[in-house]
């Protein structure tokens, strides 16, 4: 039986920014941003389109030392992506498989975040609390990089 999270984020910051630095450069932007739980990020496949890969390696500690997922889709001009985990982050040890999908809508004043995460558990496994956990990590990926954005106005545009 599959489990699933929703979770909308506000932002100060326009749409197309957030998206851009959030989502697409995430790779570049987290080990500078978030260097005490993102140790080193890149491609390993692809070049940023549809069914490209890239790895996020994490600090010593967290419950995975890295994750690696996929792009399943990207439309650049609505900011809207989804992705599949492929490799680490619990894949083959706790879950089946996972999947996340993230649009980026405009609001008065920036702009909010919309994110469902889906996840299939492996039999017998209690996956009780993660979506929290899920819900409580993508929060602060985007006001890290919200608060980036604001320091920095010439990022991203």
């Not at 692809?46 to 010593?60: L, T």
């Amino acid at each position: 039986m599959s489990s699933s999270y929703t979770i909308e984020i506000e932002s100060a910051v326009p749409a197309p920014r957030l998206f851009k630095a959030a989502i697409l450069d995430w790779h570049s932007l987290a080990p500078k941003i978030a260097s005490d739980k993102i140790v080193s990020a890149a491609p390993v496949e692809g070049d940023g389109n549809v069914g490209s890969i890239r790895q996020f390696n994490f600090a010593p500690g967290l419950p995975f030392s890295f994750v690696k997922e996929r792009l399943d889709f990207l439309d650049v001009e609505k900011c809207e992506a989804k992705s599949s985990l492929v490799e680490g982050g619990g894949i083959g040890v706790h879950i089946e498989s996972a999947s996340t999908h993230i649009k980026v809508e405009p609001k008065a004043g920036g702009s909010v975040v919309k994110v469902t995460g889906t996840s299939k558990p492996l039999p017998g496994v209690d996956v009780a609390g993660e979506s929290e956990k899920a819900k409580a990590a993508f929060t602060g990926l985007i006001k890290g990089c919200e608060a980036y954005l604001v320091a920095n106005p010439d990022a991203y545009n």
